[in-house]
């Protein structure tokens, strides 16, 4: 149901009435906890610094219900990742999908499943879930006042597992409009690596049926918190393709511990509103952090990738390029955070913002910020806005390409800097198609 | 090499262009036939790469006058890649780096737009890779330059010979060669001077613009313009070069336009 702007007290309000009763006393008091802390807080306006060009009117004039108790019907054919046919666990709605989901012949050591089974399993969850830094944060706190359930991924030490995992978050567009609040906690342990394909997709029900007359846009708050022991090692994808009504908030925290890597790819392409918080905490010595962005974004969507590296200990490598294609009266907003403090020295950081405007009315917000106090580091950072040059698309013409053909050539050159950074061959090649296919849109 | 029966190719009759508001070409006329060689030379803002630009279709260039008919059609019709597919290709200046996009790809890209315009069949990766690898051969190219991005970090003289290999692979009828002694050492002027001569042939036809008689050395012209105020002035054959050479432009711009 549409309504006038809501006061976002009441809206909080409403939306921490949707969540369901707790199923175990470990996440009551995680619950607790949230629900005090947002007892003191309310949603944000533009008027706060982190929220200054994001405009959740979207969200604020929608209320939403929570999603029915059983488990949808959908088709999740087109969907499969070949490289990943028998690690991959579903979550449609927020419900954790067995049947969807394939988990056959996991090797020892190697966990993926949902919350249940995860405590079955003996896995310590209470050391992991809810304890990143950053949880004080409205709408971290919310998924966190309402969590029920989870997928997990779990890596004992010395686990080198080169499947990737595929952890699939769809969301049915239907004729009521909901919110969900998927949740994932990753822990790889001491020198374990894995490669994770994270995604949040849309699907309509019931399958095979036309397109209902008037499908209500969603909302996702999802959350996900990844737990590096030391010399551990992620890759890890973050693909979010929502249904361009929905509205999507997102939240990747990571910890790393001494001399582990991360390599995060984050690709946001759906959502009529979206927005990545992205925070990595460096908490141990000589860690690598490596961030890729992609964001394409056309029509009315607006699109935020605000990312925070947080060293604090000596020799931390971080590395990140973001990356935006912005077309008609799109709005792409980027805010990229280095914190390198007096005890992170030997630091080496480099950041990049390089933004495509295709069109004179779509938008750029783009703020590095580096808060530099150590003073034997070397850091580096730099955004840049351009525009498909006509020099060029007359090059490609010379050559025998018409302009639409140029457009969509020189458009993916820019893309697949990014795309050919992430380790799953048929992700890049769905990537390619998403990229050829937005010019047409 | 001249023949009279040779079909023309090319005819542009009193053509006048601007750019940004600025005339620059003030009724220039030429004929080319199949087989001819043609060299374009004068001073700096004679109008040399304006009438390149505009026979290819930069859109930044207005034609406000005059006819150009290419193989008898009106070549101003065709938009700029329609031209390419159908044979005129210009060898730029300056090419432009494209990174992200492998020159492999763009190549092969390129001649499939061809090829389909002709109703001709597209190759394949495999299939194209056989063709190029003859290809190189001409502008004694490294086959690693295939792999890497359109021009990015090439030298100069890695540029030049990049668009001779487009240009051998394009098989253009009418090609316009843009300064392409600009910016090279004498070795690689030598092997992308040879690279153009293998391609010439009688049923194609080569527009060399050039401000230096030196590349006209290596390419030997059957006809030589001297161009100025965006007009031709004075025509003649290759021996026009070496006057040029040894008297200057001053020569020829304080005399009066020619009929030509």
């Not at chain 1, 929220?51 to 959740?56: E, K, P, S, Y």
């Amino acid at each position: 149901m549409t309504s006038t702007l809501t006061n976002r007290d009441t809206y909080l309000a409403q939306l921490l009435a949707l969540t369901s009763p707790p199923a175990t006393p470990q996440l009551l008091e995680l619950r607790t906890q949230a629900a005090a802390y947002l007892q003191e807080e309310t949603l944000p306006s533009n008027k706060d610094e982190e929220w200054r060009f994001t405009n959740l009117d979207p969200l604020l004039t929608q209320t939403f219900a929570a999603p029915d108790a059983q488990l949808p019907p959908v088709n999740i054919n087109g969907l499969i990742l070949p490289e990943a046919t028998n690690t991959r666990i579903v979550f449609v709605n927020g419900i954790y999908a067995p049947l969807l989901s394939s988990l056959a012949n996991l090797p020892a050591g190697v966990f993926i499943g949902n919350l249940a089974a995860a405590n079955a399993a003996g896995l310590e969850i209470s050391k992991y879930l809810g304890k990143q830094p950053g949880g004080e944060e409205v709408f971290t706190a919310i998924n966190t006042a309402g969590i029920n359930e989870a997928a997990v991924v779990w890596l004992a030490p010395d686990i080198a597992f080169e499947t990737p995992i595929h952890l699939l978050f769809i969301t049915t567009v239907d004729d009521t409009a909901i919110a969900t609040q998927p949740r994932a906690l990753i822990v790889l342990e001491q020198r374990s690596s894995a490669t994770l394909i994270q995604e949040y997709l849309h699907t309509s029900i019931p399958v095979g049926e036309a397109p209902r007359n008037e499908a209500r846009p969603y909302f996702n708050n999802a959350v996900t918190e990844v737990w590096l022991g030391d010399t551990a090692k992620l890759n890890h994808t973050r693909i979010q393709d929502e249904d361009i009504t929905a509205i999507h908030i997102g939240k990747t925290a990571v910890s790393q511990s001494q001399h582990s890597a991360y390599t995060g790819t984050s690709i946001e392409l759906g959502s009529k509103l979206s927005r990545h918080n992205w925070e990595i905490f460096q908490i141990g010595a000589q860690t690598e952090t490596y961030l890729n962005g992609l964001t394409m974004v056309n029509g009315e969507q607006e699109s935020d990738t605000h990312s925070t590296i947080a060293l604090t200990k000596p020799h931390g490598i971080t590395d990140q390029l973001h990356k935006c294609i912005v077309d008609d009266r799109a709005h792409a907003i980027f805010n990229g955070k280095v914190f390198v403090p007096q005890a992170a020295q030997q630091t080496n950081a480099g950041q990049l913002n390089r933004n495509l405007l295709l069109s004179s009315t779509a938008r750029i917000d783009t703020k590095p910020q580096l808060e530099i106090t150590a003073d034997n580091v070397k850091c580096s950072h730099g955004a840049t806005v351009s525009q498909l040059e006509d020099d060029e698309i007359f090059y490609l013409q010379s050559r025998g390409l018409d302009v639409e053909t140029a457009k969509i050539l020189l458009i993916n050159a820019f893309a697949v800097e990014i795309i050919d950074r992430i380790p799953v061959a048929s992700v890049r090649e769905k990537l390619a198609v998403a990229v050829k296919a937005f010019k047409a849109n | 090499m001249i023949n009279s029966n040779s079909p023309v190719i090319l005819s542009i009759e009193n053509l006048t262009a601007e750019v940004d508001g600025t005339q620059i070409l003030n009724g220039l006329s030429l004929e080319i036939k199949a087989g001819e060689i043609h060299a374009i030379m004068g001073p700096n803002g004679s109008g040399k790469s304006t009438l390149s630009k505009v026979l290819a279709g930069h859109p930044a260039y207005t034609v406000t006058g005059g006819n150009v008919t290419y193989k008898g059609d009106n070549l101003f019709d065709l938009e700029p890649q329609d031209r390419a597919r159908s044979g005129v290709f210009l060898a730029f200046q300056y090419p432009l780096e494209i990174p992200g996009v492998s020159n492999l790809d763009f190549l092969r890209v390129a001649y499939n737009s061809r090829q389909k315009h002709r109703g001709l069949e597209e190759l394949d990766v495999f299939d194209f890779d056989d063709l190029i690898q003859d290809k190189l051969e001409i502008v004694k190219m490294n086959p690693a330059f295939l792999s890497r991005s359109v021009n990015e970090g090439f030298s100069g003289g890695e540029k030049k010979r990049n668009e001779i290999l487009q240009m051998a692979i394009l098989e253009p009828s009418l090609a316009i060669l843009d300064e392409t002694d600009s910016g090279l050492d004498i070795d690689a002027l030598k092997i992308v001077a040879n690279g153009v001569n293998q391609l010439s042939n009688q049923d194609n036809s080569m527009l060399v613009i050039t401000h230096y008689q030196r590349l006209l050395d290596y390419i030997i012209p059957d006809f030589v313009h001297v161009m100025a105020n965006g007009q031709i002035l004075t025509s003649g054959g290759k021996e026009l070069a070496h006057e040029l050479e040894a008297k200057g432009y001053d020569w020829v711009t304080e005399a009066e336009p020619a009929n030509v």
